[in-house]
């Protein structure tokens, strides 16, 4: 039985853009389960399912988008103390001074780095304010830095992520979705950089590319155990090919010892966040 639940990887938009990304799945095939669910449902959500406290991510796919969608997310934070907000920010916008917006100013947890959507790579140079003004803040990034499902616009891998961290080793991180579909080279990185967590968005079969690829519960909990104090429970909530019970289910049944899974789902992401 699990005492208290965090979970660190939840979406919300305004209603015009979360319509606009439920339909993109769409498209690719997904499920989409919770089509059509606006932001105070979204957010209504964990605490039903008795998550006290659940990260709001971010992202953008466009230049010009992150200012108005970060004060938009510092509003919702200030009416739901159960939001933890996660800023975004472009690449191509002036990152040094949104960043410094969103960890000062706006008091955002962290921030939240797309390289899939956003179509650039991690090591880029137009990132390095960003990571810089992490460090001076000392608050984590989230980075979907892994090839899941599918790497299809040739800006993810573990070498871009390791390239970063070779130069910022003290930034705190956050890898999404285990790193899969490279999770044992990210794992084998992590256990020289005590900065860097995991955690477990989405990790269902039906959202990977290659069903028949994907680890049985044996390697998750390997996985889990070899780094027990950098895994936390992460849903994707609602970005899911699926129902988000069938992720907390997945990861529920893991034969853990209870410490193991508390911290799971709770104590990580409470020491990590700060919260």
């Known amino acids: 039985m699990l005492n208290r639940k965090i979970d660190v990887h939840v979406h919300a938009f305004p209603e015009k853009l979360m319509n606009a990304i439920y339909s993109w799945f769409q498209r690719e095939g997904w499920e989409v389960p919770y089509d059509g669910w606006n932001a105070e449902k979204i957010f209504d959500y964990p605490g039903q399912n008795g998550f006290e406290k659940f ?11 992150a200012p108005e969608l970060n004060d938009w997310l510092f509003e919702q934070a200030k009416e739901r103390p159960e939001i933890i907000p996660v800023g975004s920010v472009h690449h191509e916008d002036d ?3 949104e960043t410094h917006k969103c960890l000062g100013e706006l008091g955002f947890a962290g921030m939240k780095l797309h390289c ?55 930034l705190k991180v956050q890898v999404a979705h285990l790193g899969m579909n490279e999770t044992e080279a990210f794992l084998r990185l992590a256990e020289e950089l005590p900065g860097v967590m995991f955690d477990t968005a989405a990790l269902d079969a039906k959202s990977m590319s290659d069903q028949d690829a994907f680890p049985p519960p044996e390697q998750f909990k390997e996985w889990i155990e070899r ?49």
Do not use: C
């Not at 990260?55 to 988008?65: F, I, R, T």
């Open 55 to 65: 990260l709001v991510l971010l992202y953008v796919h466009k230049k010009g988008m």
């Open 116 to 170: 899939q959507v956003q179509n650039v790579r991690m090591n880029d140079e137009r990132l390095f304010p960003l990571y810089e003004a992490l460090i001076h803040y000392d608050k984590p990034v989230i980075v979907h830095a892994g090839t899941a499902p599918v790497d299809y616009t040739g800006t993810v891998g573990v070498k871009y992520f390791a390239q970063v961290m070779e130069r910022y080793p003290e």
């Open 227 to 275: 780094l027990p104090d950098r895994m936390m429970y992460g849903s994707d909530f609602p970005l899911l090919n699926g129902k988000s019970s069938e992720i907390e289910r997945q990861f529920v049944s893991l034969d853990l010892d209870p410490a193991v899974k508390q911290a799971l789902f709770y104590d990580n992401a409470k020491r990590f966040w700060g919260i």
């Open 95 to 97: 990152v040094e001074t």
